[in-house]
């Protein structure tokens, strides 16, 4: 059975920072490209970043020196540093993992930035 479980999604004050964290298991995880994807109310679901199983990473503009994404393949983990959060980056985020095969999601996790 194929488990992506996020967490460390909240409210938090523009310009603070939160980590998120997605733990996998079912996958072979090293063989995935890891990805943070988020949608907020009335928008697409759009990607904020991802690496692939080489580590080659890709930033949405949106997020590009603001958010850090990682990978632990020993740990099957994936991890979203955000940084200076804005009102916009409201969202529910979700972690994927898809190769050519196969594309999995987790249940999401909410992201509220707001004074």
């Known amino acids: 059975q194929v488990q992506l479980v996020e967490s460390g999604g909240g409210l938090v004050q523009p310009g603070g920072s939160l980590r998120l964290s997605c733990a996998v298991s079912g996958i072979t995880f090293s063989m995935y490209t890891m990805g943070w994807y988020r949608q907020a109310p009335g928008k697409q679901r759009e990607l904020v970043a991802d690496i692939t199983s080489g580590s080659s990473i890709n930033y949405a503009d949106a997020v590009k020196g603001r958010f850090t994404i990682s990978r632990d393949n020993a740990k099957k983990t994936v991890t979203l540093q955000m940084n200076s959060l804005k009102p916009e980056d409201t969202a529910v985020y979700y972690c994927?993992?898809?190769?050519?095969?196969?594309?999995?999601w987790g249940q999401g996790t909410q992201v509220t930035v707001s004074s």
């Open positions: 994927n993992a898809k190769n050519r095969w196969f594309d999995y």
